[in-house]
């Protein structure tokens, strides 16, 4: 089967973002999805694919990759090289926004290392510091793909929007 067959979207971008929302809208426009794909198993991921003669493959990594996650942009590019259809959409939101769901949650930001009992202000401080470092981390991923703002859509209107933007030809 030719390289060029197969369809890769790549979704990164901040950490409560929407990211998974956007995978399943994926998932229910007919992608095989993989979450968290560590950045060593993108290029076997994507051989195997191929191997298997997949379509459309949506694939979901983030800063939780850890040393390894810097990888991914020449893996990227390396897999335009070999002619595999791949388009990066990055998830983003204000700073206000994500600290508001991080509140909302009990989730705690990837990044953000609160050991021990530590005052509400100190938590704000130290959630807002960790986002900045991944807006940092995440500065090279961002560049080249389709952003896509969340800070005021609820998840139901970010499914609709991804549906739509994968089905219009990219430009």
């Given at each position: 089967m030719?390289?060029?067959?197969?369809?890769?979207?790549l979704i990164t971008g901040m950490?409560?973002?929407g990211k998974s929302v956007a995978l399943h809208a994926l998932e229910d426009a007919?992608?095989?999805?993989?979450?968290?794909?560590p950045p060593?198993?993108?290029s076997p991921f994507i051989a195997l694919e191929r191997q298997q003669q997949a379509r459309r493959v949506a694939i979901a990594m983030d800063v939780r990759s850890g040393v390894s996650f810097p990888l991914i942009p020449q893996q990227l590019d390396a897999l335009r090289q070999e002619g595999v259809s791949l388009r990066s959409l990055f998830l983003d939101s204000t700073t206000d926004a994500l600290v508001r769901r991080f509140s909302e949650t009990?989730?705690?930001?990837?990044?953000s290392r609160q050991e021990g009992e530590v005052?509400?202000?100190?938590?704000h401080?130290?959630?807002v510091q960790a986002i900045e470092l991944e807006r940092d981390?995440?500065?090279?991923?961002?560049?080249?793909?389709?952003?896509?703002?969340?800070?005021?859509?609820?998840?139901a209107q970010l499914q609709s929007y991804i549906k739509d933007l994968i089905e219009a030809p990219q430009s």
């Open positions: 030719d390289a060029i067959s197969l369809e890769v979207v950490s409560g973002s007919g992608y095989y999805c993989v979450g968290n794909l060593e198993l993108l009990r989730r705690r930001h990837p990044l005052d509400a202000p100190e938590r401080r130290a959630l981390l995440l500065a090279d991923l961002r560049d080249g793909a389709d952003i896509i703002d969340t800070s005021i859509i609820r998840p």
